[in-house]
């Protein structure tokens, strides 16, 4: 007997003995196999040949059975999902146009944000085929019911608030009507202003009364400035005047008073009073008189 016969003789032995062994390791393996856990912020769905059977399996470790009998499919419980909806830049715009029309007929660009979360997997994933485009396609339905009963001015200025909140009341309201699974948390408008062809008559408009109240108050302010103005010099030239007159009063009194000296000093003693009064006049005089020498020889021989 050659060494490839014993060899396979080995094998057919081994084969015979451990056939049911592998059998019972891989039934093993295959039943394992349908243990599976779910996070702490997951929820999972079980299907059984595509149809749910368990719409919402809690964290913790779990058995189903295994495929393909049965699937799992885990989603976020806690996740924040989100669609972004833009009707300039929608596949459907060309259709619909990519502005929204108020109730006087006024056209307005809108983008907004539709924030979402799946309390319920089994119903979001077993209720529709695509729930994320049933919200989306409610979500511009109200946004156009919306816009089409409210005025240009309370949308842009004081209704943006409002309008988040129907939204969000009016988006979950359609939600619950079929229960898709879908709690909106939040509207945000991410753009809700006027066409760019529009929008500088539009703000011109609107920033008229400012521009005009600015004129007001600017008038206002060069009017006060000119009569803080008026005011002090009014006061300044009454200080003048009152200073010039109280020097005038002082050099009269002063006058007055060189006078009755004088007189009393004529009375007293006339010839050196009127003396006194000589040379002080000619003193005055000689102040302001020019004095030039003139050489009287060359003056005769001329």
Known sequence: MSWWQDINRVYRQLFHRLRWLVVV?????YGVSGFYSVDADQRAVVS????????????????????????????????????????????????????????KGDLIELALQVQYSIPSPGKFLSVAMDAETILRNIAKAQAVIYVSQREL????????????????????????SFS????????????????????QAY??????????????QDALGE????????????????KQAQAQARAQVANTEGEVQRLNTL??????????????????????ILEN?????????????N
């Open 153 to 176: 001015d309370s949308l842009l200025t004081t209704g943006r608030s409002d309008f988040q909140q129907w939204m969000q009341q009016a988006i979950q309201q359609e939600l619950d």
């Open 289 to 301: 008189a020019r004095v030039s020498f003139i050489n009287r020889d060359k003056v005769e021989r």
């Open 25 to 29: 390791l891989a039934l093993m393996l």
């Open 223 to 238: 009017r006060e400035t000119k009569l803080a103005r008026a005011r002090s010099e009014v006061n300044k030239t009454l």
């Open 48 to 103: 059984r040949f595509g149809r749910i059977v368990e719409q919402n399996v809690m964290p913790g470790m779990h058995y189903r059975l295994p495929w393909p009998v049965e699937s799992v499919e885990t989603l976020s419980a806690v996740e924040l999902r989100s669609i972004n909806i833009d009707f300039a830049k929608e596949l459907d715009s060309a259709l619909t146009g990519s502005e929204l029309t108020t109730g």
């Open 180 to 199: 898709p699974g879908i709690t909106v948390t939040n509207v945000m408008l991410n753009r809700l202003e006027t066409p760019a062809v529009i929008k």
């Open 263 to 284: 007189i009393v000093s004529l009375e007293r003693q006339p010839g050196l009073a009127k003396k006194r009064l000589y040379l002080e006049t000619l003193k005055q």
């Open 203 to 216: 703000d011109e408009v609107q920033m008229a009364p400012a521009a005009r109240e600015k004129l007001i």
